[in-house]
C-alpha cells in the first residue's frame, strides 16, 4: 500500500540546462479512448496533476512536485510520467457560479506543460466525461464535504470528488498531487482514498502567492486593482493570526491558543468592511473539526471572502499553545 500519508513537499527546483519532456511537448488526449490507448506507454511511476487549466505558478509548482515524484532522484534519469488533466467541471459548479466566464488558456497551459516536462495532458469535453449529463452514481463527501467551503457552495465536493475518482480511474497513476491552497478539497480527497481503498499516493505542494502576498489562482484575473488591494486583507489577516500564534506580535514568550488567534484574523478583516468574509475559523487540517479552546498543536486558519465580486479561499498553518 502506497498509503495516503503527509508527503507535503517543497516545489522541486528543476535546473535551467535540463532537457525537458519530449521535443514537441505533451500528447494532448481530448477523449477517454485516446487516453487509454496512450495509458501503456507511459511509463510508472505516473504521476496525475488534475486541473481546471489556466495554469499559473501554484500549478506550475505542482507539475515541478510531480517531475519530483516521477523521477528516481536528483542524479539519475527522469523514468516517470506526468499526466496533467484540464476539464472545468460542471459537477462543481452552481447555474450561479462562473463556469462559462471561467478562464480557458489551453495553449499556455500546453506550454507551460511542455516547459515542465509533462508527458501527455488529458483535456476532455464535458460530453467526453459525462456523456449521459449529470451522472446518477456520485461520490458522496460526506460531513467534512459540508461545511466551510460544501456550506456556501453546496453540491461543490460532490463534485470535485465524483471528476477525482473519475481522472484516477481513467489515468491509473501511481500518485496525485493536489495544493494546499485548497485544504478542504485536498483533507477531503485525503478521506476518499483512505475510505474507498484507493491505492494512491495524495501528495501535496505549499500555497504558491504573489509577491504581495495573495495566492495565485486562476479567478485572480477577475481582480481590478482595487478588488486585488482589498483582497489583499484575507492573507495580511491569515500572517496576523501566525503572528499571534508564534507570540510575535505580542512580543512574549507563549504562543496562544485558537481563541486568540481567530481574533487577530479578524480585527484585520473587520478594518476592511467591503471584504465580504463566509467564514473564517481555526481547523484540524485532516478533519475540519474547529479547534476549541485549550487545543495545541498543529492546525491551520481557513477563510473565504468576496472582493468585488471574485471568490477567494485561503489558509494558513499554525501551531496552538495550549
Ligand atoms: P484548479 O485548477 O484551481 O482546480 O487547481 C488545480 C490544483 O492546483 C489544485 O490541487 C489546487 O489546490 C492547486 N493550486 C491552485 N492554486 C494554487 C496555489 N496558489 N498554490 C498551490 N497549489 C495551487
Redesign the pocket.
Known amino acids: 500500500m502506497k498509503g495516503d500519508g503527509e508527503v507535503g513537499r517543497e516545489p522541486v527546483s528543476q535546473p535551467a540546462a535540463e532537457p525537458v519532456g519530449r521535443p514537441g511537448g505533451p500528447v494532448v488526449l481530448r477523449t477517454k479512448a485516446e487516453l487509454a490507448a496512450a495509458r501503456p506507454g507511459l511509463t510508472a511511476p505516473v504521476v496525475l496533476v488534475?486541473?481546471?487549466?489556466a495554469l499559473h505558478a501554484?500549478?506550475r509548482?505542482?507539475l515541478r512536485a510531480a517531475r519530483g515524484s516521477a523521477g528516481p532522484g536528483p542524479s539519475g534519469p527522469f523514468t516517470g510520467s506526468v499526466i496533467v488533466s484540464i476539464f472545468v467541471n460542471p459537477l462543481q459548479f452552481r447555474p450561479s457560479e462562473d463556469l462559462d466566464r471561467y478562464p480557458r488558456t489551453l495553449e499556455a497551459d500546453l506550454a507551460m506543460c511542455a516547459e515542465e516536462g509533462v508527458r501527455a495532458v488529458f483535456a476532455p469535453s464535458a460530453a467526453e466525461m459525462y456523456p449521459g449529463g449529470r451522472p446518477e452514481v456520485t461520490v458522496d463527501p460526506g460531513p467534512m464535504g459540508q461545511v466551510f467551503e460544501g456550506e456556501f457552495r453546496p453540491g461543490f465536493f460532490g463534485g470535485v470528488l465524483t471528476v477525482v475518482l473519475k481522472l484516477l480511474h481513467l489515468t491509473r497513476p501511481d500518485s496525485v498531487v493536489?495544493?494546499?491552497?485548497?485544504a478542504q478539497?485536498l483533507a477531503l480527497v485525503r478521506r476518499m482514498v483512505s475510505n474507498l481503498d484507493l491505492d494512491i499516493a495524495v501528495e501535496s505542494?505549499p500555497?504558491?502567492r504573489d509577491a504581495d502576498g495573495l495566492?495565485?489562482?486562476?479567478r485572480n484575473r477577475y481582480l481590478s486593482e482595487a478588488d486585488r488591494a482589498l483582497a489583499l486583507a484575507l492573507p495580511r489577516a491569515l500572517r496576523a493570526g501566525q503572528a499571534r500564534a508564534a507570540a510575535e506580535d505580542a512580543g512574549s514568550a507563549g504562543g496562544a491558543g485558537a481563541t486568540a488567534v481567530l481574533a487577530a484574523v479578524r480585527e484585520v478583516l473587520s478594518a476592511e468592511p467591503r471584504l465580504a468574509v463566509d467564514y473564517v475559523a481555526v481547523v484540524d487540517r485532516r478533519t475540519f473539526a474547529v479547534a476549541g479552546p485549550g487545543q495545541a498543536g498543529p492546525a491551520l486558519i481557513v477563510a473565504a471572502a468576496t472582493a468585488g465580486g471574485t471568490r477567494l479561499i485561503d489558509n494558513a498553518p499554525v501551531v496552538l499553545a495550549p
Open positions: 488534475p486541473t481546471m487549466g501554484g500549478h509548482a505542482l493536489f495544493g494546499e491552497k485548497d478539497q505542494v500555497t504558491v495566492a495565485t489562482s486562476s
